[in-house]
């Protein structure tokens, strides 16, 4: 099927699903193929690329809050406080004892790698489709002359269960799909409590935000970034913030790679071994009406190691409207300030364009 871009964006189709990605060559096949430079369409312009970090970065990095899951699980009050603070101020926070066991993070880690490792050939029978973006290859290419990101990317509808496409999913890959599966169930939980809290913190009952976004989707990431050897000229993703609802990201325990902006500086999201990193995405954001911040994020490269990454992102169900909640608005001090959008029609704005920092939320934001 012709793919019809225009103005950078691809035009919208008739029984798209939530949109679609131009195919463009594997980044670990131009690794493993060997470059003598990196080619043009990764190298970002001058004024894009991404800076080195200053001390104060580095020391901003140690203030990105660590919230105690089981403190919050159990209605701790300081804690709660803390993760309306994260929300408030970072958008971005770490977890530590959340309840998934490491046996079930290492094994995930190890199925991405694997799916990886496998030979080219075998990991394009389970390519992207035109029609949508689920399966192996590259999300948000929208237009032949944008830049590209240094990152191959395998993306499954994970939860619930039966909206599975199996089709997309490695099962002859021994482990994988249970492994996925399980990490999928537990990650589903914690992102579940968040919610049950953030819906406390915004005046409602604990399933407040269940009964406005729906029983939560869940759509799994799975990022490798190969080595580059110009990290200063490439980013392994570009600035942009989640469309979803939360996001919860399982890093490498000892690959630096993730940068989140802070008061206009970005900054290095150091990883602590075992731990979570979550992030409120647009859509609580939206709802929060602009209390709770979406982020925008970047992944950087290095010289010698691949980083895997996957990024859990809650989705709210297709057919429900989103806008700012009514506990959130208090005329006229504080009037809604974005406008009501249903959540399919959203989520396709936003994977129509490239990744370009906040501009996702501002096409639904009020202008006063
Ligand atoms: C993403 C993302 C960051 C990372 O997949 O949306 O922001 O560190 N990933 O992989
Ligand atoms: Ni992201």
């Not at 958008?91 to 190890?110: C, E």
């Not at 953030?198 to 269940?210: H, V």
């Not at 979406?294 to 429900?320: C, G, M």
């Amino acid at each position: 099927m012709d793919l019809k871009v225009e103005n950078g964006c691809i035009k919208e189709d008739n029984g798209l699903g939530w949109g679609k990605s131009l195919p463009v060559q594997s980044v670990q096949e131009i690794v493993t193929n060997g470059y003598q430079s990196v080619p043009e369409r990764y190298i970002q312009e001058i004024k894009d690329r991404p800076s080195s970090i200053s001390s104060e970065s580095l020391q901003a990095s140690l203030q990105i809050p660590i919230i105690d899951f089981s403190l919050l699980a159990k209605g701790d009050e300081h804690e709660t406080r803390k993760l309306d603070l994260a929300c408030k101020e970072w958008g971005f926070f770490q977890i530590r004892n959340h309840g998934v066991q490491v046996k079930i993070l290492q094994t995930m880690k190890a199925a991405m790698a694997a799916f990886f490792e496998l030979p080219l050939m075998e990991k394009k029978k389970y390519a992207m489709g035109a029609n949508d973006l689920e399966g192996y290859g590259q999300a948000y290419v929208v237009s032949k002359e944008q830049k590209l990101d240094w990152c191959d990317l395998v993306a499954l509808k994970t939860l619930p269960l039966e909206q599975r496409n199996l089709n997309f999913w490695p099962l002859n890959l021994p482990g994988f799909k249970e492994a996925v599966e399980e990490y999928s169930i537990e990650v589903q939980k914690v992102a579940e409590e968040i919610n049950a809290n953030l819906s406390i913190l915004m005046g409602m009952e604990r399933d407040g935000l269940k009964r406005y976004q729906g029983e939560l989707k869940q759509l799994m990431r799975m990022n490798y970034y190969p080595p580059c050897s110009s990290p200063d000229l490439v980013f392994g993703v570009s600035p942009h913030s989640d469309g979803g609802s939360l996001t919860v990201l399982l890093q490498d325990d000892d690959v630096i790679g993730l940068q989140i902006k802070h008061k206009g500086e970005w900054i290095p999201v150091k990883p602590i071994p075992n731990a979570l990193v979550v992030n409120i995405s647009d859509a609580i954001e939206i709802m929060s009406n602009g209390v709770y911040k979406s982020i925008e994020h970047r992944a950087i490269t290095n010289e010698k190691k691949a980083r895997i990454s996957a990024a859990a992102f809650a989705h709210v169900d297709d057919e429900l409207e989103i806008g700012p909640l009514d506990s959130m608005v208090d005329d006229p001090h504080r009037p809604p300030m974005y406008k009501k959008i249903k959540y399919i029609d959203y989520i396709r704005q936003v994977l129509a364009r490239k990744m370009d920092g906040k501009d996702h939320t501002d096409l639904v934001k009020i202008q006063t």
